[in-house]
């Protein structure tokens, strides 16, 4: 290796000198050719006995009394091809095979005269001291890494927007983003990095954490409406990011984003980017629902507060957070390929105090095309999709006309669903408030109700009520269930009727903190079919049944340190109810015919001239068989 150069400061007092010198290149230490170079790989403290490790030097015989096993790895290299105990087999089977090792090299068949072949050819490599020389390496020896392999200098657009496209939006700043729809990942907690899928109408919910709800109310963007429309457009289509006009608005905005020279280039620029006809606003619809702090629902009353929506403002005297934002959904309106036409925001707002955190928040987009109306999802075409939710309707019988079923008008949450809880997993008595059950997914969903001790006893009706209107939701007597996913509502007979079991009969207390024959669960089963062909079978449902859990007795337990008498104590119980779906399709059954009988018609002087035929009659002609006969015994006796 050439040498290198390089400075040498010399320290004296009161003087520093600094020469110029040349370094000598280090020499790595000569590794011998063809020779074992590990003899004891365990051996991996300097000094000192490792334990388990035989073949270290710094062990005593002591140590190795101790060691439970020796975890030395030996190898040894023969100059003979022989089969090695490292290549010998043990056979899972009742034979025992042995091998004789006491006559050395007695399964040698020759000598190996290349001792190379045992060793690695590492003389001619040399340490790599150049970038050049690494490159050259991973080229040729590299393989899968993590190392990014894109060479893209920025974000590439395509020139129409597809399904599944994220939907971009400029900042009043320039700054370019996505719309979010924060969903939960890995945890239940809000991810606002979510992109918004173009065409998918999605549904998520997730919690929000709030530590101190009388500061945060206020100052949490996510508690407030204007977080989700306020301060930037949509961008209506990624086509606009390839026309020349649109190129020169982001340069001429990015150039203005450095510290300015001039304040009113900033003020000009900026408003001529976001007022462009390529973006489109996002606007507040008409459609905001609140719910007040008893969970009532109703069209929002801003009386006072201007037209736009307040901020959410907290109450020290009801310790109530108001006009906080339990959900949000997006309304789009597109014309396929051409982009985004309008977009509109939907909001339902509510008063929390600290009972009810963490926070619920519920996400949707939903996409209409435009000049599309009265459009409905369906569940299946004809048969169900599995994810999909089971459309449920109700029958509404008629003294003069024939009976009409209504689809639940609330979508899918207001069909076939379960009971579900709030973030502190208190059960939600709201009908539209509910998980839908879906094709295909068996499911358990539960909450939970709380009872003092002190009045669980003059409850326990009240409780039963409560519970079963929890499980059993809208569903009555005259709820039907669609048998395909595609069903008429005016055909009655594509509906089957849901079988309810005995409905729980109410429960008393006998005694203190003793509520008596209790149903908390809930079990519902759904048969169904497929039908048509195999290489493409469609589900129909043929039954739906409801079966309530067995009572049960629950008793006030009181557990801890806080068990002392006075106290506001309380106790959660667990109400679930579950779904399960039964495929009962009968499986096809080949039909395979009987082999067909093999009829054999000869002609009937077939046998000529041993027999002659005359008509429907053989006649055997006895003089030439005797002929044939004297001849095959003349030709065996030569």
Known sequence: MPATTGNITTAVPGVVTTTSTAVPAGTATPLPK??????????????????????????????????????????????????????????????????????????????DNNVDRNFYDYETVETITTTEKFA??????GGPSYQATSTSSGTSFESILKSGSPIYTIYESGALGQLGLPRALTTRQCDDTNPVAFLYDQHFECNRDVSDLAVQCATLPSLYAGTYFEGFKVIKSPAIFQTDSFITLINTTVTTLEPPTNTSTVSNVTPQLYNSTYLESITLSNQLVCVDYQGLRGP??????????????????????????????????????EGILAVEVRFVLTDINTTDLPLTQTFKTS??????????????????????PVLAGTLEPSALD???????????????????????????????????????????????????????????????????????????????????GNSNPDVI?????????????????????LCTDLVLGMHMEIVYINVGSLANPQPKIIGVSIKYNNPQNIRYQCIGPYCQPGE?????????????????????????????????????????PFFVGSGNRLSVVSPLIYLLLFLINRLLVR
């Open 34 to 111: 063809n020779t074992e170079l590990g003899p004891c790989t365990c051996d991996l403290t300097a000094n000192g006995c490792d334990v388990n490790c035989c073949c270290d030097d710094d062990c005593a015989d002591s140590d190795r009394a101790a060691f439970q096993q020796c975890d030395d790895v030996v190898s040894s290299i023969s100059d003979r091809r022989c089969i090695q105990e490292s290549i010998l087999f043990t056979v899972n089977t009742n034979v025992k095979e042995e091998v004789n090792n006491t006559i050395p090299g007695l399964f040698c068949i020759q000598f």
């Open 136 to 141: 050259e390496y991973t080229t040729t020896y």
């Open 300 to 337: 929002c009353d801003f009386t006072g507060q201007g037209t736009s929506i307040p901020n959410p403002s907290y109450n020290r005297q009801s310790n109530r957070c108001s006009y906080v934002v339990s959900e949000v959904e997006y309304v789009f309106t597109h014309n396929g390929t």
């Open 367 to 388: 996409f209409v095309k435009l000049g599309e109306t009265s459009t409905f999802k369906r569940s299946g075409n004809p048969g169900y999709v599995i994810g999909e």
């Open 402 to 484: 024939p009976a009409v079923l209504t689809l639940f008008q609330n979508g899918s949450n207001s069909w076939l669903t379960m009971v579900t809880s709030t973030a502190t997993g208190q059960c939600i008595s709201e009908a539209n408030n509910r998980v839908p059950i879906r094709f295909g997914e068996n499911m358990r969903s539960g909450c939970s109700f709380r009872a003092f001790l002190s009045n669980l006893t003059d409850i326990c009706g009240l409780i039963q009520d409560s519970v079963k209107t929890a499980l059993i939701g809208n569903i009555t007597t005259n709820t039907r269930i669609a048998t395909f």
């Open 493 to 513: 007979g594509d509906w089957v009727r849901v079988l309810i079991g005995s409905a729980p009969a109410g429960s008393s207390g006998t005694q203190e903190g």
């Open 568 to 608: 506001s104590l309380s106790q959660a119980f667990e109400v679930v109810s579950s779904v399960s779906f039964i495929d009962a399709s009968k499986p096809a059954v080949a039909i395979v015919a009987e082999p067909p009988t093999f009829t054999a018609k000869l002609p009937n002087d077939f046998f000529y």
